[in-house]
C-alpha cells in the first residue's frame, strides 16, 4: 500500500552541481504538488503539475529551479547550480485529480533533505 | 497578509494534560478546508484532521477535535490527554476552492512546536 515515495531521502551537493528530487503519486494519482521547507519554517507552495502540464508555478523560483511529471515515470524537481541556500526539505504531494475537493487533504511523501555544501 | 497565522510558537502541555493550538485564517472565499498536520522530529508530514467551511459540527478525530469558530475565522487543535508521542511541530493549513470547482494548493502557517512533559 505504496503512500507518495520520494527520493532520495538524505541529497548532498555541493555547489555549482545539479539536484534532481523525485515524487512517485500515490497509485490513481495524477497530480503532484512540491512544497520546500527552510529550517524552522512552514511548507511554502513551489509548484502544481499534471500528467506533461505544469498547472501553477507560482512558487518556484524563476532561476535554476524547474519541474516536470511526464507521461511515464515519477515527478522530477530539479535545480541546477545549487547554492546554500537550497538546502532544505523539499516534500512531494500527490491528488487524484486537481478536481478534487477543497475539503480533500494532501498526502506527503517523506521528503528529501537537501543539503549544499 | 498572511492567510494562516500560528501565534504560539511553542507551547507545553503536561502529559494527560488537554492542550489548544490556535490558528487563524484569511480568506474572502466561502468555499474551503482547514487541516492540522503534524510533524515530529523524523521530519514526515502526517495528516490529522480537517474542517470544511459549510460543517456546523466540529471535527473530531480520536484524541484530535477542532474547534472552529467562523465569525472568527479561527480553527483551533485541542488534543486531549496528551501523550510523550505527541511532541512535534503542528502545522495548520488551509485550501481555498477555486469558482471553476477545482482546488487551491494548501497554505501553511508557521507552526507551533508542541512539547509534552512528563
Known amino acids: 500500500n505504496a503512500g507518495v515515495m520520494q527520493n532520495p531521502r538524505h541529497l548532498v551537493r555541493r555547489r555549482g552541481q545539479e539536484a534532481r528530487l523525485r515524487c512517485s503519486p500515490m497509485?490513481?494519482?495524477?497530480?503532484v504538488y512540491w512544497y520546500r521547507q527552510l529550517p524552522e519554517e512552514g511548507l511554502k507552495f513551489m509548484v502544481y503539475?499534471?500528467?506533461?502540464?505544469?498547472?501553477?508555478e507560482s512558487g518556484m523560483p524563476k532561476e535554476r529551479f524547474s519541474a516536470e511529471f511526464p507521461k511515464e515515470g515519477p515527478s522530477i524537481l530539479r535545480i541546477q547550480q545549487v547554492v546554500r541556500g537550497d538546502s532544505a526539505a523539499y516534500f512531494c504531494?500527490?491528488?487524484?485529480?486537481?478536481?478534487?475537493?477543497?475539503?480533500?487533504?494532501?498526502?506527503f511523501g517523506n521528503g528529501t533533505r537537501l543539503t549544499v555544501t | 497578509a498572511q492567510k494562516i497565522t500560528q501565534t504560539q510558537p511553542g507551547m507545553f502541555v503536561q502529559e494527560k494534560e488537554a492542550v489548544t493550538l490556535d490558528c487563524t485564517y484569511d480568506?474572502?472565499?466561502?468555499?474551503?478546508?482547514l487541516f492540522w498536520y503534524k510533524q515530529p522530529s523524523s521530519g514526515e508530514m502526517i495528516f490529522l484532521i480537517y474542517?470544511?467551511?459549510?460543517?456546523?459540527q466540529n471535527a473530531t478525530e480520536g484524541r484530535y477535535s477542532l474547534n472552529f469558530q467562523k465569525a472568527r475565522k479561527s480553527a483551533n487543535l485541542v488534543i486531549s490527554a496528551s501523550q510523550l508521542g505527541d511532541s512535534a511541530m503542528y502545522f495548520c493549513?488551509?485550501?481555498?476552492?477555486?469558482?471553476?470547482?477545482?482546488?487551491?494548493?494548501?497554505?501553511f502557517g508557521s507552526g507551533t512546536q508542541l512539547t509534552v512533559l512528563p
Open positions: 504531494a500527490s491528488s487524484r485529480s486537481g478536481r478534487s475537493s477543497y475539503n480533500s487533504p494532501l498526502h
Open positions: 497509485k490513481g494519482h495524477s497530480h
Open positions: 503539475l499534471q500528467k506533461e502540464n505544469i498547472i501553477d
Open positions: 480568506t474572502s472565499d466561502q468555499s474551503y478546508g
Open positions: 474542517q470544511g467551511s459549510y460543517d456546523e
Open positions: 493549513a488551509m485550501r481555498e476552492g477555486r469558482p471553476s470547482g477545482s482546488a487551491r494548493q494548501l497554505t
